[in-house]
């Protein structure tokens, strides 16, 4: 940027005192040193946000901040990672004081939630778009990988898949039908700020055969991790957990947005039947929807009978 008012405000809003002792140089240096802990694996993602594709040109700066944040630990989250540290590259049309200030906002509450620390970013003008790179440690061998479904293991989802659809259907304009104010309420905060599954994705290290984020749709995703696994599976849409939100909405068209509509950041996971009581312990509701078989592909039932996979309804931002 050539306006120095403008990396003033980027100091200003983006530099925090360091508090991680891991962090032997954050900002300051020409690159960050980290002290990775002994006996662990680093595990790093990347996620770019780019306006207009994945969150709405006019879209809250604070919620593009978490969000762009949320995406990658939620990537961490489904290896089973502590998430730890951070960098950032944003690409900015204007000088814009505000967004840059709600903007950081919301990317540090995250942050801070999380406990994890920023040790370095970049700014260029352009259009706006945002990277995000998050980096955890997991315990050497311990990371949950896509790779480890077995035939005869459980298939749970956590939490409430569907909702962050229905927010995103709300956002674009495209929801004509009744739904309460809580309803709303409660789906937008889903589209706009998802809880990254940190903790669980951590307790189900030893507990998870295989394990990966929802963020294109139950479906699609779970299909990621059969094909991984060189398995198939039987899903029992009866069992697919609803919030009170998606309660409201037609009962097939609740079926549609759980299975299709990305942005969920749910963990899609298989254990095996001995782990029932392990996984029904955790603080994070997770629900048996459908069990892994021999034959490849993924098989939709209803209360015992199959159906051909809902259709209608893909929508992506
Ligand atoms: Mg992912």
Redesign the pocket.
Known sequence: MSNKGEFELIREFFTRPATDASVHMGVGDDAALIAVPAAHELVVTTDTLVAGRHFPEDACAFDIGWKALAVNL??LA?MGAQARWLTLALTLPASDEDFLREFARGFFALADQENVSLVGGDTTRGPLSITVTAMGVVPAGAALLRSGARIGDDVYVSGTPGDAGLGLRLVLGQWHDELSDAARDFALQRLQRPQPRLALGAQLRGVASAC??V?DGLAQDLGHLLQASHVGAELMLELLPRSAALAETDAAFADILALTSGDDYELLFTAPASARERVAAQDTLCTRIGTVTAAPGLVFFRDGRAIAMPQGGFLHF
Do not use: K
């Open positions: 939620s990537d489904a990966l984020d963020s």
